[in-house]
């Protein structure tokens, strides 16, 4: 049995009608939707605009830990005994 494109509505990836759109978010505003998801008030802050993301966070004490850290943006938590968190990736 042949169907032919005109039987159903299908949009160029073949899905249905209704388009998929897909937002690409920053790792700080994925982990800001993560603790909202589970009940704790926190907001992404634009990556590279707070005064903490400008310091360099290493040490040579701890033997196992990266020199080179990657900032990845800040959370702003209210509600909590700490206002800020900051999302860093070592390499």
Same mark, same amino acid.
Request: charged fraction near 25%.
């Given at each position: 049995m042949e169907h032919s494109h005109s039987d159903h509505s299908y949009d160029e990836h073949g899905h249905g009608e209704e388009p998929v759109i897909v937002k690409k978010m920053a790792p700080n505003e994925m /982990? =800001? =939707? %993560?603790? $909202? %998801?589970h009940g704790? %008030? =926190?907001d992404a802050?634009?990556?590279g605009t707070h005064p903490v993301e400008k310091q360099e966070y290493?040490?040579?004490k701890f033997g196992l830990s990266s020199k080179f850290v990657t900032n990845k943006g800040v959370i702003r938590v209210r509600g909590r $005994?700490? %206002?800020?968190v900051q999302v /860093?990736?070592?390499n």
């Open positions: /982990l =800001a =939707a %993560d603790l $909202n %998801d704790i %008030d =926190a802050v634009a990556q290493y040490s040579h $005994n700490f %206002d800020l /860093l990736e070592r």
